[in-house]
């Protein structure tokens, strides 16, 4: 079932406010037994509320569920479109393309996403971009960067690659050599799987539906 916080939030205040009634009847607004009822019942809502959310919230941020594919999502091709009701983008998954000329099982998916995710803490990617929401502003923001059309249009017959996780790859072992904007990003010295294992993770995570963040990507620049 989904709720808007603001149902939530009306819903929990008019729950404290008729079982904090219900139960200090005889007592006035003034006496002090009706503010400690209205303090432990309040605050008893609000933990069971808590207790919802993470429950709600874990099991929408599990790979496979509504808003995150699972890893096989890398055998995919991934688009972002704007969706009229939701009032903000969402990913599609499109068909299998494979990746780098493969279609990866659900094992092997999950070990090269892991794989990448390891290699971006190794070497601390967020110190200078931001990945779903964390991390610093030197950089552009990573979480769509696989769906950035500049790989496609110029890094592809820049780097002389035949496909986007080629390009992305050959760009992300040299980036010093093929420069986009002003800042330049350092040469990380991945190894060959270590930037393999980067890209899958880079296209595992644009293809989260991440409530529109960030947001207008692709239309503001
Ligand atoms: C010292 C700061 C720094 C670190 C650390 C860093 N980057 Fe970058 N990165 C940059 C800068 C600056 C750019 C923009 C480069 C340009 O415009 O040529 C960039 C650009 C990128 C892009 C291209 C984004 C796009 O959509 O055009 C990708 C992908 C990327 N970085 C991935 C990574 C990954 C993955 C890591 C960690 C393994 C990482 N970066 C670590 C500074 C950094």
């Given at each position: 079932?989904?709720?808007?916080?603001?149902?939530?939030?009306?819903?929990?205040?008019?729950?404290?406010?008729?079982?904090?009634?219900?139960?200090?009847?005889?007592?006035?607004?003034?006496?002090?037994?009706?503010?400690?009822?209205?303090?432990?019942?309040?605050?008893?809502?609000?933990?069971?509320?808590?207790?919802?959310?993470?429950?709600?919230?874990?099991?929408?941020?599990?790979?496979?569920?509504?808003?995150?594919?699972?890893?096989?999502?890398?055998?995919?091709?991934?688009?972002?479109?704007?969706?009229?009701?939701?009032?903000?983008?969402?990913?599609?998954?499109?068909?299998?393309?494979?990746?780098?000329?493969?279609?990866?099982?659900?094992?092997?998916?999950?070990?090269?996403?892991?794989?990448?995710?390891?290699?971006?803490?190794?070497?601390?990617?967020?110190?200078?971009?931001?990945?779903?929401?964390?991390?610093?502003?030197?950089?552009?923001?990573?979480?769509?960067?696989?769906?950035?059309?500049?790989?496609?249009?110029?890094?592809?017959?820049?780097?002389?690659?035949?496909?986007?996780?080629?390009?992305?790859?050959?760009?992300?072992?040299?980036?010093?050599?093929?420069?986009?904007?002003?800042?330049?990003m350092p040469n990380l010295?991945?190894?060959?799987?270590?930037?393999?294992?980067?890209?899958?993770?880079?296209?595992?995570?644009?293809?989260?539906?991440?409530?529109?963040?960030?947001?207008?990507?692709?239309?503001?620049?």
């Amino acid at each position: 079932m989904d709720y808007s916080w603001i149902q939530i939030a009306v819903a929990a205040v008019f729950l404290s406010v008729v079982i904090t009634l219900v139960l200090s009847r005889g007592y006035g607004w003034l006496s002090p037994t009706f503010w400690r009822n209205a303090a432990v019942v309040s605050s008893l809502i609000m933990l069971f509320i808590l207790m919802w959310l993470t429950f709600d919230t874990t099991e929408k941020v599990r790979p496979g569920a509504s808003q995150v594919p699972t890893w096989t999502v890398i055998n995919h091709e991934i688009g972002l479109v704007w969706n009229e009701e939701k009032r903000r983008q969402v990913p599609v998954i499109g068909e299998q393309t494979g990746f780098f000329g493969k279609v990866y099982s659900p094992e092997e998916a999950f070990a090269l996403v892991n794989k990448g995710k390891m290699t971006l803490q190794s070497r601390n990617c967020m110190e200078c971009h931001q990945i779903l929401g964390n991390g610093a502003y030197y950089a552009p923001d990573l979480t769509r960067a696989w769906l950035d059309p500049w790989w496609e249009e110029r890094v592809m017959p820049m780097v002389g690659a035949t496909t986007h996780e080629e390009a992305m790859k050959t760009w992300l072992m040299n980036p010093e050599k093929y420069p986009q904007g002003q800042r330049r990003m350092p040469n990380l010295h991945f190894t060959d799987e270590e930037a393999t294992a980067l890209v899958a993770f880079l296209k595992w995570m644009s293809a989260i539906d991440t409530n529109g963040f960030p947001p207008r990507f692709g239309v503001a620049q």
